[in-house]
DNA sequence: CTGTTAGCGCATTCAT
DNA sequence: ATGAATGCGCTAACAG
């Protein structure tokens, strides 16, 4: 059994609660007595009940994250960045995936409530909105990222995903692509939805008609990218260039095009979304629109933090903001000109444009 | 504020030591009183403090699980299952991420014994031996993975390493290859040490000298591959294969096979340690040592569990196992025989370009 | 400045 | 089978 204040107290020939007020540290004890208790909790290896202490305090020093998975880079990068930097105020991170499933993400939320977490940073599947809510009005404070829950207004921090969209797009209309496959995550998503809207703009920028078929919307799962890729090979005149929107199925995308030894970019253009660091070392090297994973994550912190604070209940943080972390392109050598028959020299240097 | 068991008890018209009992579904109380408390408590929405419970039982439900990062695929499968596994046993998982840096895992395991975790599952530095071994005969159910600290005699769940690491050289000596650079982890960590042990008893089986200058021995990082791989290439005679036996290393020796035009498996034959889903797909496909990531993870929850479930504190427990899970070698693309290489050095090497 | 007292929400022992 | 009472370890309000 680890010792208690009680322990404390008594090797300090004080009472509990003048032990309890030492280690708070905030001087409510005499300086002398103060530094004798530190001292002696120090020496006898004391370490405060987080149970007891969340108990009464009702805080539990505990911050949930919610993902879907943590293949996803920017998962990845997520996960360890709020971790770390929780982790420098004192805070445990509690992680969860998900699969991007509503049900699963349900239950999470339940068992992360009764574990009375005093923050939470989700990727929202975008359903369970009531439950959100619920959490949200009992004042736990909430800051979804990368995508949004519409049900329910929420502080959010999002990449700029109409933006980086259409970027990217852009990018594969100026080297002359017409016939552009885009694959993108589920329609119910807001990613999902932004990053489609974004493609469809460009199109309509240029006065290139969208063609449905050239449109691939399916979860994000590497299988969407087998089955989007796959159905665009196929096609009587398939697209030049494609353009995946969706992070995991880039894996299944790659692996068809490797399977099947499409050229690229000689065959077929690709652009990606979100980095992975092995798309620098692919052969060709990916290009890709980078969503700023670490950005969105350092941003969300400071959002949480603001807010896990203070004590004040009724204090004005209602004004619950989006927040947009900007995307941009990063050039490497899976895209050419469409009327190019050799690869550019330039091309093969990595260029760098903000899309912010 | 959430309600309480006493309001349960209130709207049920029972004593809370009733409504307590009822709800825990150990049958200690009235057939009829235990549904109706049940029902009441469900339509109230109630969900019991974790907090108190756990004040009570000396048991939280927290299990912590201690990586070095989660860009090594091996350790974002293992937080996956670990969680997913756990999960379904009511158990939630706190995962930290120590960056294989000994002063973070030290302060982690502070924080998790604070949080009177009732399990940990971690892959050790190696360090902070003390610290694990006071944790342990606390009584907390402990299981290393992948690697075991060696100050104590913790249970722990290993790849066959050495294994692993002897089965690689033998294929890659099978192909003719006699100059064998290995990149392997520090020689501080278990498998660091294993792997170097499988190579160099490869080695001497086939009655090949063991050459001090092939051997690179580094931290898990992938600068650690890109400094070894140009040390390799930098040398009078070249070695004609890789064992790159350091997972992280992997991706700055492809990073610098790239830089420099190597081409794969014609110049230089490659084996890698751990599977990442890329590799797969990269060309050539990157054959490797599968360190069986899944299976660790299983094995590991499993024996865990073992522990997690009884009450018994005296429980023959003792029989502290290690365990290991076997290694495969998995053959696709990256390595070729010797003899049908190019023996084209020089011509290459004008063409090295360094990439700072 | 310090000690005494009272809970936080729950599980459990002791009565009934 | 149920209710009353106790305490897990800690913080905070109340006295002194």
Known sequence: MSLTLRDVAQAARVSISTASRALSGKGLANRKTEQR?????????????????GLKTRSSRLVGLVLHNLMNASFGVVAEIVQKR??????QVILCVTGDDPEQESRTLVTLADHRIDGLIIVPTG???????RLDSSGLPIVCVVRRNEAVELEAVLAADPEGAHVGTSYLLDLGHRRIGLIVGREETTSGR???????RALRERGVGVEKDLVYSGAYHPETGVTASRKFLDMESPPTALFVANHEASLGVLRVLSERNVSIPDELS??????LPWF????PAISIIDNGAANIANLAVDRLMRRLGDESENSNHDERGEFRVGARLII??????IS?????????????????
């Open 332 to 337: 490497r050598e899976s895209c050419r000109p």
């Open 37 to 53: 208790v530190k001292r002696i909790a120090d020496e006898l290896g004391y370490r405060p009940n987080t149970l007891a202490r």
């Open 280 to 283: 620098r070392w692919h052969r």
């Open 340 to 356: 190019a028959r050799k690869p550019d020299e330039s091309a093969r240097k990595a260029e760098i444009m903000d899309a912010g």
């Open 127 to 133: 359903k369970n909105g009531d439950q959100l809510a």
């Open 86 to 91: 929780l982790g420098e105020e004192g805070y």
């Open 194 to 200: 932004e990053r489609l809207s974004g493609y469809l």
């Open 270 to 275: 690709i652009l990606c979304y979100e980095d």
